[in-house]
């Protein structure tokens, strides 16, 4: 799907100003980031056997077809897991303390879950939301965020705050 790297690249050291960690995507998960950019939330569905599967990849573990389409999701989810991470942090992310990052099991894909952010409303910053507000089985919907021009990540809002 994607390899989300910053401190060094194929190339040596990286000298890149510090920032968001920003997906790098591979060719099996490029379609998931264009719909993103577009608004639109997709997971990679067997053709075949209609069986989604994420992280995207060449052939269903399921049936072993290479057959594949991207299936919408309505956006909706729960939070599954969660973590508040603690310093010390990224320089990008220190003064975002307390964030969080979830794990989103999706409503219409049970078995599929998605890493992000879970924010008091669309745009706002990773430590928008108050911690205390977080609770394993939440319902969530999807918000997608513009992080640097042409990387747009999905991201949650709760549902009854």
């Given at each position: 799907m994607s390899s989300i790297m910053r401190g060094t690249t194929d190339n040596g050291p990286d000298t890149r100003p510090p920032g968001p960690l920003l997906p790098e995507p591979d060719e099996d998960g490029a379609p998931f980031w264009e719909f993103a950019a577009r608004g639109e939330l997709r997971v990679q569905t067997c053709a075949?056997?209609?069986?989604?599967?994420?992280?995207?990849?060449?052939?269903?573990?399921?049936?072993?077809?290479?057959a594949t389409a991207w299936r919408r999701?309505?956006?909706?989810?729960?939070?599954?897991?969660?973590?508040?991470?603690?310093p010390p942090l990224l320089p990008f992310y220190a003064d975002r303390a307390p964030y969080n990052v979830a794990v989103v099991e999706l409503a219409d894909a049970p078995r599929i879950r998605l890493v992000g952010n879970v924010v008091a409303a669309p745009g706002a910053r990773l430590d928008s939301l108050d911690p205390a507000l977080l609770r394993i089985g939440a319902s969530v919907r999807v918000t997608f965020d513009e992080l640097a021009e042409g990387v747009t990540v999905p991201r949650w809002l709760l549902e009854r705050p």
């Open positions: 075949d056997c209609h069986e989604p599967r994420f992280p995207p990849r060449p052939c269903c573990p399921h049936c072993q077809s290479f999701m309505t956006g909706r989810g729960r939070i599954w897991s969660y973590v508040l991470p603690h």
